[in-house]
């Protein structure tokens, strides 16, 4: 079975500043997907960044960007220019591509923000 | 708005009653998930559709547990005979799912109270 571990139970930075979230997995697959996804308070879970294993090249969508080491099982996330609204549980996830394709998560990162 | 939506948001019962949850699938996805997420955790997954075939359970589903999706659109949670340890955040999700990796697209949940 897969896991993920989220080793940083809450994480701050400074508005304007970088932070970056850690992720590590387990898994004896070689093909699957990775995601952050985050879950403000008292809001839904969105996603945030996804990842293809078999593309080397790391994912990004604006100030979000992903450092995705496949040998290491390490999928981090940074977000760069934090912005207030960026404060929220981040929950990074995994998800076969075989099967019913369901996520597995991990336990979130509470990320506060200080203006 | 054509976004997953969950009815009701919150429910607060006494042990021993049973509760029904709904779940509205963005329109045309034929996957659809249940997940249970308890304070301080990630998600973990219950059951998923494929149009109106449930397809996977999870052990976490107990007896008490059922969840249909007639016609294979929305889709109902039922927990009898509920029990404190039920209490949590119940999560829909929804995704066109062809084996693709497609993004599953969370409700807002609703949460549960068992006094």
């Known amino acids: 079975a897969q896991t993920v571990t989220q080793s940083q139970p809450e994480m701050s930075v400074q508005e304007a500043e970088t932070v970056t979230l850690s992720c590590t997995y387990d898994?004896?697959?070689?093909?699957?997907?990775l995601f952050w996804y985050k879950q403000p308070p008292s809001r839904q879970m969105i996603l945030v960044i996804r990842?293809?294993?078999?593309?080397?090249q790391n994912a990004t969508e604006n100030r979000f960007s992903v450092n995705f080491q496949k040998a290491a099982k390490s999928f981090s996330l940074k977000i760069s220019d934090s912005q207030l609204g960026d404060a929220a549980m981040y929950f990074c996830?995994?998800?076969?591509?075989?099967?019913?394709?369901?996520?597995?998560f991990g336990t979130g990162t509470r990320l506060t923000i200080i203006p | 708005d054509t976004g997953v939506s969950q009815d009701p948001r919150h429910k607060i019962t006494k042990r021993g009653q049973n509760v029904t949850f709904r779940c509205d699938p963005i329109?045309?996805?034929?996957?659809l998930y249940w997940y249970r997420q308890t304070l301080g955790q990630g998600p973990e997954f219950l059951t998923y559709f494929q149009n109106e075939a449930q397809l996977e359970k999870s052990r976490l589903l107990s007896d008490r547990f059922s969840a249909e999706r007639p016609k294979g659109s929305f889709s109902t949670l039922e927990i009898q005979r509920t029990e404190q340890g039920d209490s949590a955040m119940y999560l829909c999700?929804?995704?066109?799912?062809?084996?693709?990796?497609?993004?599953?697209?969370f409700g807002p949940g609703t949460r549960l109270l068992v006094l």
């Open positions: 898994t004896s697959e070689s093909d699957y997907y």
């Open positions: 996830a995994y998800r076969s591509r075989r099967g019913n394709e369901k996520l597995t």
């Open positions: 329109s045309e996805h034929n996957r």
């Open positions: 990842q293809e294993a078999y593309k080397q």
């Open positions: 999700a929804s995704t066109q799912g062809a084996g693709q990796g497609e993004t599953q697209y």
